[in-house]
């Protein structure tokens, strides 16, 4: 049996693909949305917005930070997060990009 090639993508692809990943589920959308409503926030003020339980808020928030689009900041107990705007304009010329070739 043959094995495939080993395919080397361009960091651009890899990035593009962990933000599309990130962006693959409506809570982690929702999330987005109230965080770019607002400058900065904890965990709890976006259960209080979401029907989202706690648990699951802080998963969606920890697979938005491992894809860079978000950053938190430890203020014991808590952490407060916010966009990261760097990353955001990163992977929104991405998609524009992506979009622009498929049209």
Request: hydrophobic content about 40%.
């Amino acid at each position: 049996m043959s094995h495939p090639k080993s395919i080397n993508y361009k960091e651009d692809e890899i990035n593009l693909a962990r933000y599309a990943k990130a962006l693959g589920h409506p809570a982690r959308i929702a999330i987005l949305k109230f965080l770019a409503s607002t400058d900065t926030c904890f965990c709890g003020e976006i259960v209080d917005e979401l029907p989202i339980a706690q648990a699951t808020v802080s998963q969606h928030l920890k697979e938005l930070k491992n894809a860079g689009l978000i950053r938190g900041s430890i203020e014991p107990p808590k952490v407060r997060y916010c966009i990261d705007p760097e990353n955001w304009k990163k992977s929104s010329r991405f998609f524009e990009d992506l979009f622009k070739k498929l049209i």
